[in-house]
């Protein structure tokens, strides 16, 4: 009898997770490898000497023992903000490390003192990134998996099982056919492989009328997205305004949409996402970021390497002086449409393109090797880059490149993991470029409706400004680090008379008259040039309104769309939209906080492109272009129905069914053999 065999007639699982092995002639190239960064390190920085390449050699297997017993020391630490904490505390410890090997080796490698030493680990760390790519040494991150697979199985949340796992993967803000060009195209070749070997399949489906990445995560993860009628709006009756990047308020949100049934309940996890999905473990969770004031373990993989520390330190500056060069090069080449690129910008890239990606990818290492069933992480840098590069921009296919790379990562190391796991990669929604208004037309939604309104009085309150990624990366941080976010009163704008606000190319305006939603008639008869100066304008495509008399219209410049009773009056102004827009509107209209009047703006197909009304080039938000059309690449074993997914409610059906399917009813150690608890 086999030990399989065996193991089955015992009613353990068949399942055998791979142990990385390092391989002895990549294990001596690495040190040749360290030990040259630190040979070339001391070379550049004075105060630094290294006696000939045996005294680097001496150094580098010094630091390399003390980072294989300090910083797992670290990271074993359960102390509040151990995200942020930790960090500095392995950065430093990398200093020390160097110090050490220097006072153990004081004839041949010579530091003076802790700045230099810690100059010392981060230029070391930028040669060895820079060698690694070269030789290609990095042995597949052979270390990093043994380090994350030796914490899983001393963990007791570690489960062996073969019942298959599930990891989604989302891309954010990677249109469908952005996806198709770039794999055709060099930018995504590991997803390109999956597909080309039938492995994996490529399916498109249809955002709502909310195109962004609250109301879509509201959908794909907790199967609701009803009265999200866009990434920011206001509350009259509150006269509050709801934000899908606050951390309060994507907590009401969950609140208010979680059966206690989402798509990762039962032992799933979220990562960098808006919302957890009724998930046991979260990091950089925004609806639930109490959880990095606490002490969190999902960030002990990573924080067990010091060399993580370092090379994430070098590739953020590395980020920001691309950016930096990156944006002075578009001014110098007059590139247009162009967005502004400031330097506050260039660190907001560097942390969602490099650090929080970072944070994510061992976040998902270390749940694999644990075993957890369900895994949902989300990546932004891409749709960060692209809203102010452009998104099929050198810039932005650079930080898919990277993305895919990373995804490659994940695939690979799937035989070491706790179980078997399919890998799905999806995005919540695409983006359309395009100049945006006020560069249009040097002035912005909220003067239009400024200069409409009967007796302005300098009462509008334009909350357009910013787009959600940085929004929601400082207001993480600044949940994470425990620093409370200024200017919370600029939310209470009940004693406005009108508020008007950008999400995208969709723009909201909410007359604070009355503590209800205004009829067309009441707009009409309080502000007789509003609706017709909007609906004039060329680059307002419509207006979504409602009829006393006539329930949902939208207004087009040479007729109307009547959708409640089904009829169009001269042009129809959806003609130029999505199939599906009339049903997509008439959902939002029903929504109990949607907008007075809902303002999207023009969209021509000959060139590809609208405006937003934020300052954004690239954008997605509401209708137009291929913002509305997301992706899902998945397993040709879990079969996409064969009817249009319309809206990010069906596709969490979609993803929940596959979900089940694989394990029977949704949770951990169901429908397959039983879970044990390996430490093997």
């Known amino acids: 009898m086999t030990d399989m065999d065996e ?80 960090f500095v505390l392995v950065l430093l410890l990398d200093a020390f490390m160097v110090l050490w090997a220097a006072a153990l080796s004081s004839h041949t490698f010579e530091v003076s003192g802790f700045v230099r030493a810690l100059l010392v680990a981060v230029v070391a760390a930028a040669v060895t990134v820079v060698l690694e790519v ?48 770039a794999m055709r195209d060099g930018h995504a070749p590991e997803m390109a492989r999956w597909v080309a070997s039938g492995s994996h399949v490529i399916s498109e489906w249809e955002t709502d009328l909310s195109s962004q990445t609250g109301a879509s995560q509201a959908g794909l993860l907790l199967g609701s997205n009803a009265d999200i009628p866009a990434f920011r709006w206001v509350e009259k009756e509150t006269g509050r305004i709801m934000t899908c990047s606050a951390p309060a308020d994507c907590a009401l949100i969950e609140r208010r949409h979680s059966t206690g049934a989402g798509l990762l309940a039962d032992g799933g996890a979220s990562r960098g996402n808006l919302l957890s999905g009724d998930a046991d473990e ?61 330097l506050k910008y260039a660190f907001v890239r560097a942390g969602l393109a490099v650090a929080i990606r970072d944070f994510t990818v061992y976040s998902v290492l270390s749940d694999m090797m644990t075993g957890v069933p369900a895994v949902y992480a989300c990546f932004a840098g891409y749709d960060e880059v692209a809203h102010h590069s452009g998104l099929e921009r050198s810039d932005a296919m650079e930080v898919l490149r990277k993305l895919d790379q990373q995804i490659g990562r994940i695939a690979r190391a799937r035989r070491y993991a706790a179980r078997a796991y399919e890998i799905v990669v999806l995005s919540d929604h695409g983006q359309t470029q395009g100049a945006t ?20 009085d300098g009462g509008v309150e334009d909350l357009g400004g910013g787009d959600e990624n940085d929004t929601a990366l400082g207001k993480a941080v600044r949940e994470a680090t425990g620093r409370r976010q200024k200017g919370a009163d600029r939310r209470r704008v009940g004693d406005r008379r009108v508020v008007v606000m950008g999400s995208g190319n969709l723009g909201l305006v909410y007359l604070m008259d009355e503590p209800r939603r205004l009829t067309m008639e009441e707009i009409a008869e309080r502000h ?57 509107l008439l959902r939002t209209d029903g929504f109990a906080h949607v907008a007075d009047i809902v303002v999207n703006s023009f969209y021509d197909d000959q060139l590809d492109e609208g405006c937003a009304f934020e300052e954004l080039i690239s954008f997605h938000g509401g209708m137009g272009g291929s913002q509305t059309r997301p992706f899902i690449l998945h397993p040709v074993e879990l079969e996409a129905p064969d009817e249009p997914v319309v809206g990010a409610e069906a596709a969490h059906r979609v993803l929940a069914g596959w979900r089940r399917r694989l394990q029977g009813g949704g949770g951990a150690g169901r429908g397959g053999a039983p879970a044990i608890d390996s430490r093997q």
Not at 140 to 162: C, F, K, M, N
């Open 7 to 86: 193991r089955a007639w015992g009613g353990l699982p068949h399942w055998r997770p791979a142990r990385p092995r390092i391989r002895p002639r990549r294990l001596l190239l690495q040190w040749a490898t360290s030990a040259a960064a630190l040979f070339i390190a001391a070379a550049i920085l004075p105060g630094v000497r290294v006696r000939g390449i045996a005294g680097a050699l001496v150094a580098a297997a010094l630091i390399a023992v003390f980072n294989a017993a300090l910083p797992p020391l670290v990271a074993a630490l359960r102390l509040p903000y151990m995200l942020a904490v930790g």
């Open 134 to 181: 070269l030789l290609g040494t990095n042995d597949e991150d052979v270390y990093s998996l043994r380090v994350t697979q030796r914490i899983a199985r001393r963990s007791r949340r570690r489960q062996v099982t073969d019942v298959p796992g599930i990891i989604y993967l989302e891309i954010d803000g990677l249109a469908y056919p952005v996806l198709q060009r």
């Open 282 to 342: 979260v990091i950089l969770t925004v609806s639930r970021m109490e959880a990095e004031r606490r002490a969190n373990p999902g960030y002990r993989a990573y924080l067990a390497d010091g060399y993580n520390v370092t090379r994430t330190f070098v590739l953020f500056i590395a980020e920001v002086v691309h950016e930096l060069v990156a944006a002075a090069r578009q001014r110098r080449r007059d590139v247009q449409p162009r967005g502004r690129r400031s």
């Open 437 to 456: 208004f006020r560069q249009r037309n040097g002035y912005g939604l909220d003067d239009l409706v400024e200069r409409n309104l009967r007796g302005a």
């Open 528 to 584: 007789p040039h509003l609706l017709p100066a909007l609906r004039a304008h060329p680059h307002v495509g419509w207006l979504l309104v409602r009829s006393a008399e006539h329930g949902a219209v939208v207004l087009g410049a040479n007729g109307a769309d009547y959708l409640s009773e089904g009829r169009v009056n001269g042009d129809d102004p959806l003609a130029p939209f999505s199939p599906t827009a009339a049903v997509h």
